[in-house]
């Protein structure tokens, strides 16, 4: 079974009339994308387990951001496995031996999208 690695790209097939639509346009492609990061629980100032964790950026989300506690539109982040049961389809592209010497990279990029979960911008 998968076992979920920061740095790796999470491909998502929604089945909603968007997702669809989506998929459509781009010939089979997924509707969006996630990516998994460090668990920014303690950069937060939240519980959130031990287990990375799903950042995301959409509208059609069905599942609480961990860090507001409620749906909303834009930056999202998500627990692996609250997000995971959610989702209709996945498939993980796994980008270890790219990232391994870059992992500073995506911590930094974590904690700014951390940020603006603080900010609280929707769209």
């Known amino acids: 079974p998968y076992s979920p690695v920061p740095g790796d790209i999470l491909a998502c097939w929604g089945t909603g009339l ?21 668990n ?4 937060l100032g939240i519980e959130c387990g031990d287990a990375p964790q799903v950042l995301e950026s959409t509208s059609l989300s069905t599942v ?8 909303v539109r834009g930056l999202q982040l998500h ?19 790219v990232f391994a010497f870059r992992a500073h990279a995506l ?3 974590a904690f700014v999208s951390a ?9």
Not at 20 to 38: C, E, N, Y
Not at 79 to 97: F, N
Not at 115 to 123: F, T, V, W
Request: glycine residues 10%; contains cysteine; aromatic residues 12%.
């Open 79 to 97: 627990k692996w496995p609250t997000w995971l049961a959610a989702q209709q389809s996945v498939y993980a592209i796994q980008l270890r031996p």
């Open 18 to 38: 968007i997702a669809r639509t989506i998929q459509f346009g781009t010939w089979g492609g997924p509707s969006h994308v996630a990516l998994v990061v460090p």
């Open 107 to 109: 911590d930094e990029f």
């Open 64 to 71: 609480p951001c961990c860090y507001r506690g409620t749906i």
């Open 40 to 43: 920014l629980g303690r950069e």
């Open 115 to 123: 940020g603006m979960l603080r900010d609280g911008a929707e769209y």
